[in-house]
């Protein structure tokens, strides 16, 4: 059982452990970088102010969610996944999502949406 | 003689007897009894039912996630053209260049056209080529807008950002990153950025915009905590030139 403990352990501990210059890469570069974006619909028109943004792409990457009203980077987890909540401003709104290999290989989706105060 | 006889009857009815008492059960074995209570059909029915009611909450849920895809859209982009009203709809057309094509509008006696700061009055004779406009509404399933409102938009910001990840190898009231590329790419701070937390050797991510002078101007600045590496170039080896004399062309 405390086998089985430790080694549950040093998988999870492996899984985050960072990767850094001096000593050389732990964590393997992928084969080929992705980026998928599940979140916001590409041409969407939203009466919110806040918008989800979340997608997947290789595990424990950093990866950029830039708007207009706000920057912010994101680590990817260990399945890939990623997910968070940006503020819109009233009108256009481009959304460029960027996720960046340790090797500095990027992946770029772009999304554009609308958000309105007042409902149509 | 007659002995022989009772002995052949005998026999024969003992192997009758043998032949019955295998072929008795036969009947009981061979085609078993179903229980009233559970025919084939019924059960078959109540399968069915269920995968009836399955398909048909799958098929309502699929219904219900294609009509959230088709409304509430904006189609944002610069104006192409505009057609005359159809003859046999009575809708007017209009091709948006948006950033993933161009994509067809209609707009009818319904919808409404404001500029953005809705001060100044707009219609759909005033709208010009090259306008840039957001044309909010539903689509169809061919992927055309229904219009019910359409706004015109201010001109879209020239200015590019650009976004660099590299590692610093210099830094001053400026800083140099090398970029994957191997590219030095000089960096300002912006108005709300500085470089306090940024270290030599750190790997960092960068936006901003790129000047004429080849200068970013950075509007956001990440300190990347794992780190990073750069892949050094490769360099051809001793291999790859002739080995002796006779390799060489003659």
């Known amino acids: 059982m405390i086998m089985l403990t430790n080694y549950i352990l040093n998988i999870q501990y492996q899984a985050v452990r960072p990767y850094s210059l001096g000593n050389g890469p732990v964590t393997t570069a992928p084969a080929t970088l992705t980026l998928a974006v599940s979140s916001p619909d590409d041409d969407s028109l939203t009466f919110q102010s806040a918008v989800l943004v979340s997608g997947s792409t290789s595990p424990n990457l950093p990866v950029l969610i830039s708007a207009q009203s706000r920057n912010v980077v994101v680590q990817s987890k260990f399945d890939g996944s990623f997910s968070t909540v940006i503020n819109l401003e009233e009108g256009v709104n481009q959304i460029k999502i960027v996720s960046f290999s340790p090797t500095g290989d990027q992946r770029s989706v772009d999304k554009t949406i609308y958000y309105s105060k007042e409902k149509l | ?250």
């Open chain 2, 1 to 250: 003689m007659k002995g022989f006889r009772v002995q052949g009857l005998g026999i024969l009815f003992a192997i009758f007897c043998l032949i019955f008492a295998f072929l008795y059960p036969l009947p009981y074995t061979l085609y078993p009894g179903y229980a009233a209570d559970s025919t084939p059909s019924a059960s078959v029915k109540a399968k069915l039912d269920i995968l009836k009611q399955e398909i048909a909450s799958k098929a309502a849920k699929l219904k219900s996630e294609i009509n959230q895809k088709l409304q509430n859209k904006a189609y944002i982009g610069t104006v192409k053209t505009k057609s005359d009203e159809h003859s046999s709809t009575g809708f007017k057309t209009i091709t948006l260049a948006v950033s993933s094509g161009l994509k067809l509008v209609t707009v009818n006696q319904d919808t409404i056209y404001e500029t953005k700061s809705k001060r100044s009055k707009f219609s759909l004779k005033s709208l010009a080529e090259e306008d840039y406009v957001a044309a909010l509404g539903d689509v169809d399933e061919i992927g055309t807008l229904i219009a019910k409102k359409i706004i015109l938009q201010p001109d879209p910001t020239k200015d590019v950002t650009s976004v660099f990840w590299g590692q610093v190898i210099s830094l001053s009231e400026k800083l140099v990153i090398k970029t994957k590329d191997l590219k030095n790419i000089t960096v300002t701070a912006g108005d709300n950025t500085n470089f306090s937390d940024v270290k030599l050797n750190d790997f960092i991510i960068v936006t901003g915009v790129v000047n004429d002078s080849q200068i970013l101007k950075a509007d956001f600045i990440y300190v990347i905590p794992q780190g990073g590496f750069l892949k050094t170039k490769k360099t051809a080896t001793p291999s790859a030139t002739p080995a002796s004399s006779s390799a060489k062309k003659k």
